[in-house]
């Protein structure tokens, strides 16, 4: 299978065939989530840690159930109580883990780079559950796989990205893919969270839903960042859902069959209509978190073969 990566780190490092490869082994994890029998042995004696510096429910419970079904040991570290916030610096949480042993690190930060530092310094293969704004890999990857199920491909697609783009992680992941994978990507939202310098990175720029959802296969709705605001984006939530928030008359303006996607938790009445979420015939926000479970089982999966390789590489030497 062609995954050359040691790390899964953020979407930019991937290439096409791999972000293929994994969607590939996901789908199998679909149907053995789907089984009787959800157990496998693909991490079986090793130790996967989850470290969640922001809280995160739902990304935690879909990466500690998929370590779990695939026979791995997992250990969640209460970050919000741990020796950071005492002072300790992220080298020494690196050499703490590393005198753990581990073999798969899930990390959520809230610094953009964090991972990547904490990479450099563990010896283990360490898995991006987000940071700061900059990415959120397994989302994307796992909005991919949704979309390619429902649509038959993920290749050449008109996609509609609507919201809080520019304080978004999943708008940056989502972005990169889906430009590897060839789609058309639309931004729709006010000036404020959707500057027109997203224009330079190949996306069409809108204010108007209206305008924006003409004809798109794909509408990707965001949740307003407002932990990450430090300032008046918005008028009011409101006038936010008036002139934004998705509703049967602004989805009427994307093609009959376009699907529906958020990536949770969802502001109903402010992002989306609750009716619009809740249809079982546009809406595919049920499948992604199906499917997050199925692409982290891949990820990891993947990951601990190669790091296996290595490992054994090194005791040949």
């Known amino acids: 299978m062609s995954f050359r990566q040691q790390h899964l780190l953020g979407i930019e490092r991937l290439a096409p065939d791999e972000i293929t490869t994994l969607l590939d082994l996901a789908e199998d994890y679909v149907a053995l989530n789907r089984s009787d029998d959800k157990h496998s042995e693909a991490l079986a004696g090793l130790t996967q840690i989850n470290m969640f510096f922001e809280n995160s429910t739902r990304t935690q419970a879909s990466f500690e159930l998929a370590g779990k079904r695939l026979g791995a040991d997992v250990m969640n570290m209460a970050m919000q109580a741990s020796s950071v916030k005492k002072g300790e610096t992220l080298i020494d949480t690196a050499l703490t883990l590393n005198a753990m042993h581990p073999d798969l690190l899930v990390v959520r930060h809230p610094n953009s780079g964090a991972v990547d530092l904490l990479s450099e310094k563990v010896n283990c293969a360490v898995l991006n559950a987000g940071d700061g704004r900059h990415e959120h890999p397994t989302q994307a990857l796992l909005d991919a796989l949704t979309i390619r199920r429902a649509k038959g491909r993920l290749h050449r697609l008109n996609i509609a990205i609507c919201g809080d783009v520019a304080h978004s992680r999943v708008a940056r992941s989502n ?8 789609n058309r990507i639309r931004l729709v939202g006010p000036p404020t969270l959707v ?10 720029v809108y204010d108007s839903m209206e305008e924006g959802l003409k004809d798109v296969d794909v509408v990707m709705m965001l949740r307003l960042q407002k932990e990450r605001m430090d300032g008046g984006f918005i008028p009011s939530e409101r006038e936010y859902y008036h002139r934004y ?5 602004k989805l009427a303006h994307a093609a009959p069959d376009a699907i529906v996607m958020h990536p949770g938790p969802m502001n109903r009445g402010v992002e989306i209509d609750g009716t619009i979420a809740d249809d079982i015939n546009r809406s595919v926000i049920r499948d992604q978190v199906e499917m997050g479970v199925a692409v982290r089982m891949a990820a990891m999966d993947l990951l601990a073969r190669n790091l296996r390789e290595r490992r054994a590489a090194e005791a040949a030497a």
Not at 175 to 182: I, T
Not at 245 to 249: K, T, V, W
Request: hydrophobic share 50%; charged share 25%.
């Open 245 to 249: 928030g998705l509703d049967a008359e």
């Open 175 to 182: 972005l990169l893919l889906l430009h590897k994978m060839e």
């Open 195 to 204: 500057p027109g310098a997203f224009a330079e990175l190949g996306c069409e």
